[in-house]
């Protein structure tokens, strides 16, 4: 990404955030600003000076990473399985073993089980009343993970069936 703005002046950013967001009020300008200078601050862009008092807005090495981290984190919050309005009376097991994998997919995993609701039975394993299969195979191909690590099945009847069923209010 590029952006281009006269740098004859000590305010420039400020002046960049302002014609970029005309249509916003100056207070936002002024965060805009801010955000701009703390993303320099963190070396996650770099501003060049071209010729012609153009200025150059460059995502750094860091930059690209942490926007890479960024958008996978949101791809990863839009998976999310649709529920029927009707329990089919089966169960769903999840169980895994993500060891092989490094802690931030382990986390961002279990993070995501867990905004789907899932009860958990034990260490590892999982149970819901409604079919999560599809979800769970867009969330192990986000995180570039093999499916061998994971058991994904139905039963009939589950330990501690009527504190799960009040979990899902059934």
């Known amino acids: ?12 950013l400020h002046r960049l955030a302002k014609t970029f967001f005309r249509d916003r009020s100056v207070k936002i300008v002024r965060q805009r600003t801010k955000k701009l200078r703390e ?6 862009v770099k501003f060049q000076k071209l010729a012609n008092d153009l ?5 750094t090495a860091r930059g690209k990473f942490w926007a890479k981290k960024l958008f996978a984190q949101e791809a990863i919050d839009n ?4 529920w029927p309005q009707k329990w089919s009376g089966k169960w769903y097991l999840l169980i895994y073993d993500l060891t092989p994998y490094k802690k931030a997919v382990r ?10 609701r899932m009860y958990p039975m034990a260490q590892n394993v ?3 009343p409604f079919d999560c299969q599809a979800p769970l ?7 570039n993970m093999d499916t061998d690590q994971i058991i994904y099945t139905s039963i009939k009847k589950i330990a501690r ?3 799960v069923k009040s979990y899902f209010g059934l």
């Open 1 to 12: 990404a590029t952006l281009a703005a006269a740098t004859s002046s000590p305010y420039f």
């Open 39 to 44: 993303l320099e601050s963190r070396r996650l």
């Open 55 to 59: 200025l150059k807005l460059d995502l």
């Open 79 to 82: 998976i999310r399985p649709q």
């Open 107 to 116: 986390d961002a995993f279990r993070n995501a089980i867990k905004k789907w």
């Open 126 to 128: 999982w149970a819901s």
């Open 137 to 143: 195979d867009r969330l192990c191909r986000t995180l």
């Open 161 to 163: 069936e009527e504190k």
